[in-house]
């Protein structure tokens, strides 16, 4: 949590912090005692920043679905639009083909650069099944310097 709020001063108006946050299957559930640290980077992070968004892509090296978690808080002018809760919404749940759109602008040679992602793939990215959803709501667990939690 404190390289969180100190990650947080540091960034530009409007900047984004996103990390990686370990296996993402639904099959292992995060207890208390759990070493994983998915749900537990998401529930901090949440104590920090305004938004977050947590997803997972599939990374075949890995074997499996790998957890990420995006954080950001909002500008004044943000504030002013929308709240936090709509601000997040908008990115797991975007308007039909503003991805490819931010893609297109801003992107070298467009969506054809990539391999991986596009419109599509971000909405799967951020749609969980039932049971990963609720796990990562139930995760109470914050990381401290106080409260640290091993990962691997």
């Known amino acids: 949590q404190e390289f969180y709020s100190y990650a947080a001063t540091r960034l530009n108006s409007g900047g984004v912090f996103v990390t990686q946050a370990g296996v993402a299957e639904p099959v292992i559930i995060a207890t ?43 500008t004044e002018e943000s504030r002013c639009e929308s709240s936090s809760e709509q601000a997040s919404n908008e990115w797991r749940r975007p308007r039909d083909g503003l991805i490819d759109a931010l893609i297109e602008e801003k ?40 409260n640290p939690i091993f990962m691997y």
């Open 32 to 74: 208390e005692h759990s070493n994983t640290c998915w749900g537990a980077i998401n529930r901090t992070l949440d104590s920090v920043f305004d938004c977050v968004i947590p997803y997972y892509a599939q990374v075949l090296s890995f074997g499996g679905k790998w957890g990420y978690v995006m954080a950001f808080n909002q």
């Open 107 to 146: 992107i070298t040679g467009g969506e054809s650069a990539l391999r991986f992602y596009e419109g599509d793939t971000h909405l799967g990215m951020t749609c969980f099944a039932k049971c990963v959803r609720l796990s990562l709501e139930r995760d109470e667990r914050l990381m401290t310097t106080e």
